[in-house]
């Protein structure tokens, strides 16, 4: 059972360039969910979803796109890049709401040059 | 905006004490969860308090929640090298939007 998948790891990226982080879940879980993490800020929620075809923004949607065709797959896109979206990236996903516990891939650290 | 907040920052423990830090939040939530962080890992999901519950344990861990004064401990006995991380508390003002706090790293010296 891999969980969740985040491809790639590493990147990097010039200012204006545009790239798409992948998301992938195997355990059939409606919730998904991006987070970037910056040193001293904690996670940040960027977008999510509550099944395919439904996406919401959350606390720093701004530079990002996101869409959920599948339940397995949740892709993050910077249309163009910018040094402030340096950052690691975490997908996570839930079954739902009201259970709570979020599973989380290893992230995809992201530099902007 | 952060919900959660915790202190300490950091701690630096030796191996077989205790280790405790705190969570405080600002609005009402339906649960409050906690989590670990290996360096250069994802997140991996420790313990879950619901609001109508005061003490859950699990393992060596033991989580308290006072809903009256929007807050919550971690308490981790007997450490062990194995529990150097950062822990972070997360909480759900909105079913959708858990939101985290920026953690306190966990430094256990042999």
């Known amino acids: 059972n891999a969980g969740v998948t985040q491809t790639p790891k590493f990147q990097v990226l010039k200012t204006g360039q545009s790239m798409t982080l992948q998301c992938a879940q195997d355990m059939n879980h409606e919730y998904m969910s991006w987070y970037r993490q910056d040193p001293g800020m904690g996670l940040r929620l960027i977008h999510y979803?509550?099944?395919?075809?439904?996406?919401d923004q959350g606390e720093v949607p701004n530079g990002y796109n996101v869409s959920r065709s599948t339940t397995e797959d949740f892709p993050l896109r910077l249309l163009s890049a910018a040094p402030s979206q340096t950052s690691v990236y975490f997908c996570?996903?839930?079954?739902?709401?009201?259970?709570?516990?979020?599973?989380f891939g290893e992230g995809s650290r992201l530099t902007v040059l | 905006s952060q919900q959660g907040e915790e202190d300490p920052q950091a701690l630096s423990i030796q191996e077989g004490e205790n280790a405790t830090m705190n969570c405080s939040y600002k609005?009402?939530?339906?649960?409050l969860q906690w989590y670990r962080q290996n360096s250069g890992r994802g997140l991996v999901h420790l313990i879950l308090i619901r609001s109508n519950e005061r003490e859950k344990h699990s393992g060596r861990l033991r989580v308290t929640l006072d809903t009256s004064k929007k807050s919550s401990s971690l308490l981790i006995t007997a450490s062990r090298a194995a529990d150097t991380a950062s822990y972070f508390c997360?909480?759900?003002?909105?079913?959708?939007?858990?939101?985290f706090g920026a953690g306190t790293t966990v430094t256990v010296r042999a």
């Open positions: 996570a996903s839930s079954p739902g709401p009201s259970t709570g516990e979020l599973f």
């Open positions: 997360a909480t759900d003002p909105n079913d959708y939007k858990l939101s």
């Open positions: 979803s509550v099944g395919a075809g439904i996406t």
């Open positions: 609005t009402s939530i339906n649960n």
